[in-house]
């Protein structure tokens, strides 16, 4: 039986899920948005095929979902579950398994306990599951260095380094994370909201944590601008020296005062491409790449996961109820 698929979100992961979808067989059914510029066009259209799909981009989620009966939904509209997550519980009361990409979603527990649980209840009582996923959270902090300490007899500390030259990146990405800006524009429009740069330090760190069985006592998160020493250009924006050219994000997990996790994000123009994780312990290993890429890699892990959460178990998940190493690591000393 061919599963059923509802995209919610055709901004760019959105039009990446769905190529990935169609090109795993999957039998996608409906395609909601609010963008204007895209609703009433045909999602193959919208997504670049070349040619029709006989699918068209719809803003009324309620009618989609009532009308296409998805088995679940691919959901890519924001970072932030507290306002998001109208969209999921349509899909839910449509009796659609849900995976998104809203980052607070990984580990929902952390900034929105309440909202949690309510969802959960929701999800369980409707016979659905739900799942937030992507490559960061998702990936990169938390699913690879769990699978990696499993080498490990003992573990002191987890260190993970991800950097990125923002240059070769899209467009929303360049500006969330404030390139060309002053620094004061950039603290402010921080500040307020306007941009968020990376988000999801705290839920990577707390699934993490979670999935290989440690209690931390506390976590902390932050972000600091990076400043350009020269010029650079991208394709969409200019930085003069002293302008912001990218920023350098961190979070910590602590047990007893002492730090255990520590995941930190460098994106930049010029940044270097990479990802290394440092497992403390015995023995001592550090594992490095040449880089993931960030787009492909989510519409990947979101397409990858469909088949595990169209088969776990009622409510609102996490990765660790897929992926459990938690008897990889007897003791944190």
């Not at 690879?144 to 003992?154: D, G, I, N």
């Not at 380094?161 to 620094?183: H, N, P």
């Not at 600091?224 to 200019?238: D, G, H, N, P, V």
Request: proline residues 4%.
């Amino acid at each position: 039986m061919v599963t059923r698929v509802v995209i919610y979100g055709v901004g760019p992961i959105g039009q990446l899920i769905t190529r990935v979808a169609l090109d795993r067989g999957y039998d996608v059914v409906g395609a909601i948005d609010i963008d204007p510029q895209k609703v009433g066009k045909d999602l193959g259209e919208v997504i670049g095929m070349g040619k029709t799909l006989g699918i068209k981009v719809e803003g009324d989620a309620d009618k989609v979902l009532k009308d296409s009966k998805p088995d679940i939904v691919l959901h890519s509209t924001g970072s932030f579950f507290d306002r998001v997550y109208p969209q999921v519980m349509k899909a839910v009361k449509a009796g659609a398994d849900v995976i998104s990409t809203c980052e607070t979603l990984s580990w929902p527990w952390y900034r929105y306990p309440d909202l949690a649980e309510l969802v959960d209840n929701y999800a369980k009582n409707h016979g659905v599951t739900i799942l937030g996923a992507g490559v960061n959270p998702g990936f990169v902090f938390d699913a690879l260095p769990a699978v990696l300490s499993v080498t490990l007899t003992r573990l002191d500390k987890i260190t993970v380094t991800r950097s990125l030259d923002a240059s070769k990146r899209r467009y929303s990405f360049q500006k969330k994370i404030g390139l060309g800006m002053t620094l004061s524009q950039f603290n402010e429009a921080l500040s307020r909201g306007e941009i968020t740069a990376h988000v999801g330090f705290a839920e990577s760190i707390l699934l993490l944590a979670n999935i290989i069985g440690l209690k931390l006592d506390r976590v902390e998160e932050g972000q600091e601008a990076l400043i350009a020493e020269k010029r650079y250009e991208t394709q969409y924006f200019k930085m003069e020296p002293g302008q912001i050219k990218g920023v350098i994000g961190h979070g910590s997990g602590f047990i007893g005062g002492k730090e255990v996790i520590r995941v930190e994000l460098r994106a930049c123009a010029g940044c270097e491409d990479f990802e290394e994780v440092r497992l403390e312990g015995e023995p001592l290993i550090t594992w490095r790449s040449t880089g993931t890429a960030g787009d492909p890699a989510t519409a990947a892990v979101i397409i990858n996961l469909a088949p595990r959460v169209l088969s776990a178990r009622p409510g609102l998940i996490t990765l660790k109820d897929l992926i459990n190493y938690s008897y990889a690591v007897l003791a944190l000393k």
